[in-house]
Each structure stands twice: as C-alpha cells, then as structure tokens.
C-alpha cells in the first residue's frame, strides 16, 4: 500500500469540498421550501395578524384571518381579556400565544393551534442528513482521489527506476484491466523504458565492437614491435607499424564521423551543392581504383540537382557506398551508377549496383550496422562505410536499401528529398 | 619442436606471430576459423593450442568447450583486455591459461613455454609417485588416479594438484602456487588460482564429511588434506 500523496489529498478535498457544498446548497433550499409548500408562513400571518390589530384595529384583522386560507388542522383565534372570540377560527388548545395592545388600546390575545416554526416539535434533526452527507461525500472523494492518484505513485516510482538505469521496469501490468489516459501513460512509459534499454544495449554492444577494433591493429602492432626486437633488421616491420597506426586513425575517423551523425538533422550544416555533380566527382576517383581490378564504373546521371545538403557528409557516403561496389564486384565487370529525379516526391534516387556476389538475404537489413561485415572480409575494412553512409541519408531525410539483383550482384538505392 | 596451433581470424597478426614463434624455436601454424580449430587442435599434432575468443560465429569459448569434451590439450586462450567473463569462462572450461589482447609477443612466448615445462618435465623420472589419501600422481607420466580411477584433469590442473598433494596437509600459499605450478607470479586480482582450484575441487567430489578435498585458507592459500 502506497503512501497517500500530495495530490491524493489535493484531489480529496477539491472533491470532498465540490460534493459537500453541492449537498449543503441542496439541502438547503430543500429546508426552505419544505415548511408549507404553497401555503402562505404561518408565522406571516401572525405577524401581519399582529401588526392589523395595532394599527388598524379588530376590523382588520377579522378581515385577513377570512381572506387566510390555512390548512384544515390550523387555526388562528384573536380573543379579548375576557376571553370572547372576536377574529378568526376558535383555537380550543393553543400552541402559540401572544398579547397585542388593540388600536383602541384594549388588550388583546392572539391564539394559534401551532407553534411558530422555531418553537414546533423538531423532526429528525438538521445536523442528521448533513452528517451523513459529509461522510458520504468524504468516502466518494477518498475514493476518487485515490483512484486517480496511485496509478501516478507506480508511474513515479517506474520512472526513477529508469532515471537509476533499470529499464526493465514495467507499469502497465499494475494497471490491471483499468483504461484511461493513466494507463497510456503506463505504456508509454513502458515503451520509453524498452527503447532505452535497446538503446542502451544498442551503445554497449558498440563500445565493445569499437574497443576490440581498435585492439586488432594494436594487437598487430605488439607482434610487429615483437618481430623488430628479435631481430631489428626487419625493417619492414616498421612500415607495418606505420601502416597500423594510419589504420587506427582512419578508424578513429571514421567512428568520429558517425558519432556526428547520430545528432539531429539540424546539427548539420547545409550549403547548396550540385548531387550529380558530386557523384562524377566520386566516380571519377573509384575509375581509379576500379581500374586496377579491370573494372569500369559509369555513371548516367540526369543533368542537375542541386538541394540544401551538406555536401561533405554526402561525399563521405556515396564515396563508401561505390567504393564498397567497386571492392565487390567480379574483376573485368561494370559498377553501375544511376541518378534520375524522382518526380512524384521531387527527389533525387540514386542506383548503385556492382556484378559481386550480392549479400544473403538476411544480412540485407543488417549491413547498414556498425561493423557489420562479411566473413571474409576480416581485413578489407572497418565495417563502418555503409553505416555511415545510412546514417547520412537518414540525417537528410533519405531512405537507403540494398537489394539483391536477380542477375547477381547488390544494389544500394539512396532516395534523397530536395531539401529547399 | 613444439608445435602450436594458432586459432585466430586476423590473418595478419597470425602470420606475424608464425614468424615470431618459430624464431623462438617453436612450429606454429594457424587457422582462421572456430570450425578448423576444433579438427585440428583434436588431430593430436600438436602440442599446445592458442586460441582466440572473438572468432566469428564459432566463438573461441564454444571451440574450448568442444575441445574439452574429449582432449586435455593444453589450451591458452587469447581475450580482451579487461574481459573478465571471458577469462573466468574460459579457465573455468578448462583452459590452462589466458593472454590479454593486445599484449607482446614476448608474454605469449613465456607462457606457452611454462605451460611447456610443465607439460613436459625433462627432468623428473617417470617413476616418481606422490601418494596422499586416495590420490596417486604421476607427474613423469602426468598421470593422476583418484579413488582408484583415472582423474581428468588439464595440465594445468595437475600442476597445481601436483603442488598441493607434495605438501599435502599443509598450506601452499597462493604465490607459492602460481611460481610453481602456472609459472609467473600472482598478480593484484589474478582469479586465476582460485577459478583452476574451484575446478578440481569439483572433479574431487566432496569428503565423507561433506568438506572440500582442498580447503582454502583465508589470506593465505589452499591446502589438500592428507589422510
């Protein structure tokens, strides 16, 4: 059992308060009209009554006890000292006397057969139906509140759990089979906690990639250290070391690139650039190297399309997703590199296709991950290149996917919005 | 010429390290793949396995763990620096010993080599044979029977039965253990004693009295109780 809180006692008596000073108001207007509903106060009368006699004398008050139409059980009686009726019906049991001095100063008594209303029997008393009124509106609030506000101590207590880093904290089970807004906020609760637990593993598992990467080449470097010790004519060993170090910059790099990535969209800064003109750019450099494997890269590209992008970031991911082609695809083949606008969304899409072996059907998603890489690829890269290059697309607004080609080879699409 | 098998997916650090251990007067060869690991390192070739533990699919634990299944050869397992779930797994599988990634060549070398020594005592006869309570030691042979059975155990294990039973009903302090029987001294938060001693204490089974064959001394190491 929770600890009523703050809110729950706000609740309380904002509840207890709004039902009981309903239930108060009713009640009273129901006291006010209960005496003699359509009947004028007796208590009227014997003040008018009253008031007749001295000013205006017997005459008068005869008058309006006549014109009185009272209810058959009452009657109201003016005698003199003597006590002779002279007003009014004949009151053998009064309730209710007074003496009034007559207009012409003689003594008079008013009877009545009731008392005033102050004076009459009291029924169930007032404080009865109040009480029980209180109570009653005490024990709806009470319960109101409640319901409203221990939903909210479990959500605290779930999101400090999370603030202290235990994501498996779950709400919504609590909640049972109620449904309100609370409990959707149970739930997104509970989303959030899951993806920050992904999220997290997610970080993890990335730290460890990162440190045992970065361990390969230092590994390579302690041998080669080790191979010059034993004997310091190696000299070839040194290029090695040289070659390592390049390799664990190149990596360092890279991880800061993507780092930088995973910011939002408006961390980077746009400049207008020409996209077709940066693919030749690129497709001239991977001639290069394609070249030397006997391959071809050609490019058909549709005249321009020039979008707000940050030219450096694209460069770094068209570069890796073509070089990536060019390293895969079979000696003496062609990489194929197609931009045409996309019309209906006023986009760019770019088709990059190498003749290689293509990648299984269930790494299709993956290789967009941070060292993802194929088995024997151990050495032919960092597996950080088609990362990059998702996380750039993404940061613009694209969508990239890779697909197998019936007639062999992968094909990455990178679909671009125009970015005004 | 011993031989070793190298067990690592990083063709080049393999091939550096081939280089290496043969100048050092050892026959290495490698391969790249948890699946080759295990059908060599159980062909009976060779002397000693190095084996790495981030291999791709197979993993390096997985290899210890078939390994063990059917071979005692002494197996060095190569992890992360600063992976402590790996290092107890794997001596707990039965590994003979660890080397951190990276490290030098050089610590490679020495340990393959005091797993050598103890693997291969040049110096003691065969003949030798402690004896204490239902133990019988062979250390020539590197042989151990227990309760009249053959008791499976890694080199490494036997080394530190060895240790225990020659002074048996006394405490063989930790540092003691690891000179003589892993060959390096202890080092600040080395489990590795005590991972390799939680091991053999399970092959012992328990005493009549429901007490452990080899009973740890707080603070100053383990002793084997004589009978």
């Known amino acids: 059992m929770m600890k009523p809180s703050r809110l729950f006692w706000k609740l309380f008596l904002a509840f207890w308060l709004a039902t009981s000073l309903t239930f108060l108001v009713g009640l009273g207007l129901l006291m006010m009209g209960s005496s003699r509903p359509g009947d004028p106060h007796l208590e009227t009368i014997l003040a008018a009554e009253g008031q007749l006699l001295r000013q205006f004398g017997v005459e008068s008050g005869r008058q309006l006890l006549a014109v009185w139409e009272h209810p058959a059980d009452q009657a109201v009686g003016v005698y003199d000292s003597t006590g002779q009726l002279l007003a009014g019906a004949p009151v053998a049991q009064p309730a209710y006397t007074r003496s009034v001095i007559g207009k012409d100063g003689a003594a008079l008594l008013l009877k009545s057969t009731h008392p005033l209303a102050q004076e009459r029997d009291k029924g169930p008393s007032p404080w009865t139906p109040l009480i029980i009124g209180t109570v009653m509106s005490a024990l709806f609030s009470g319960f109101m509140a409640f319901y409203l506000a221990w939903p909210l101590a479990y959500l605290r207590r779930a999101m400090s759990d999370v603030a202290q880093g235990r994501f498996e904290t779950r709400v919504k089970?609590?909640?049972?089979?109620?449904?309100?807004?609370?409990?959707?906020?149970?739930?997104?609760?509970?989303?959030?906690?899951?993806?920050?637990?992904?999220?997290?593993?997610?970080?993890?598992?990335?730290?460890?990639?990162?440190?045992?990467?970065?361990?390969?080449?230092?590994?390579?470097?302690?041998?080669?250290?080790?191979?010059?010790?034993?004997?310091?004519?190696?000299?070839?060993?040194?290029?090695?070391?040289d070659r390592e170090s390049v390799r664990m910059d190149t990596l360092i790099e890279a991880l800061l690139t993507l780092a930088r990535l995973q910011g939002r969209p408006e961390s980077i800064e746009r400049e207008p650039v020409d996209i077709v003109e940066l693919l030749s750019l690129i497709v001239e450099d991977a001639r290069f190297e394609a070249q030397m494997k006997g391959c071809q890269v050609s490019l058909q590209a549709c005249p321009g399309f020039v979008s707000r992008v940050s030219g450096e970031l694209l460069y770094r991911c068209f570069e890796n997703v073509i070089r990536n082609a060019v390293r895969h695809t079979r000696p003496n083949t062609t990489v194929m590199v197609v931009a045409q606008v996309n019309g209906g969304v006023d986009g760019l899409t770019v088709q990059i296709s190498d003749q290689g072996p293509g990648v299984e059907h269930s790494r299709l998603q993956s290789i967009f991950n941070p060292f993802e890489r194929g088995l024997n690829e151990a050495s032919a890269g960092f597996g950080l290149g088609l990362a990059i290059a998702s996380r750039a697309v993404e940061i613009h607004g694209g969508t990239i996917h890779a697909r197998n080609e019936p007639s062999g080879g992968l094909t990455v699409e990178i679909s671009l919005p125009r970015w005004a | 010429m011993i031989s070793v098998l190298?067990?690592?997916?990083?063709?080049?650090?393999?091939?550096?390290?081939?280089?290496?251990?043969?100048?050092?007067?050892?026959?290495?060869?490698?391969?790249?793949?948890?699946?080759?690991?295990?059908?060599?390192?159980?062909?009976?070739?060779?002397?000693?396995?190095?084996?790495?533990?981030?291999?791709?699919?197979?993993?390096?634990?997985?290899?210890?763990?078939?390994?063990?299944?059917?071979?005692?050869?002494?197996?060095?397992?190569?992890?992360?620096?600063?992976?402590?779930?790996?290092?107890?797994?794997?001596?707990?599988?039965?590994?003979?010993?660890?080397?951190?990634?990276?490290?030098?060549?050089?610590?490679?070398?020495?340990?393959?080599?005091?797993?050598?020594?103890?693997?291969?005592?040049?110096?003691?006869?065969?003949?030798e044979v402690i004896r204490t309570g239902p133990l019988v030691l062979w250390p020539g042979k590197r042989q151990a029977l227990w309760q009249g059975r053959e008791l499976g155990v890694t080199s490494t294990e036997f080394s530190l039965l060895e240790e225990l039973a020659r002074c048996a009903g006394q405490v063989v302090s930790k540092q003691n253990l690891s000179l003589n029987a892993l060959g390096c001294p202890l080092t600040r938060y080395d489990r590795r004693i005590d991972v390799h001693i939680s091991s053999i204490r399970h092959k012992l089974g328990p005493r009549p009295d429901a007490k452990a064959w080899i009973q740890s001394v707080r603070g100053l190491g383990y002793l084997l109780i004589a009978e």
């Not at chain 1, 590994?219 to 310091?232: E, H, K």
């Not at chain 2, 007067?25 to 009976?44: D, I, N, P, R, Y």
């Not at chain 2, 763990?65 to 707990?92: C, F, W, Y």
């Open chain 1, 173 to 241: 089970p609590i909640m049972g089979a109620r449904r309100d807004e609370i409990v959707d906020l149970a739930e997104d609760c509970d989303r959030m906690a899951n993806q920050l637990k992904l999220l997290v593993e997610a970080q993890q598992h990335l730290l460890h990639d990162i440190s045992h990467e970065l361990r390969s080449p230092l590994t390579r470097m302690q041998a080669a250290i080790g191979l010059l010790r034993q004997d310091p004519a190696r000299q070839e060993m040194v290029e090695r070391i």
């Open chain 2, 6 to 127: 190298l067990v690592d997916d990083d063709q080049e650090l393999t091939g550096m390290l081939s280089q290496y251990l043969e100048r050092e007067g050892f026959e290495a060869t490698a391969v790249h793949t948890g699946e080759e690991g295990e059908v060599q390192a159980l062909s009976g070739r060779y002397s000693i396995v190095v084996l790495d533990v981030m291999l791709p699919r197979l993993s390096g634990i997985e290899v210890l763990r078939r390994i063990r299944a059917v071979s005692q050869v002494p197996v060095v397992l190569l992890t992360a620096r600063g992976d402590n779930i790996d290092k107890i797994t794997g001596l707990e599988l039965g590994a003979d010993d660890y080397v951190p990634k990276p490290s030098s060549p050089g610590e490679l070398v020495a340990r393959l080599r005091a797993i050598m020594r103890r693997v291969q005592p040049a110096d003691r006869s065969t003949s």
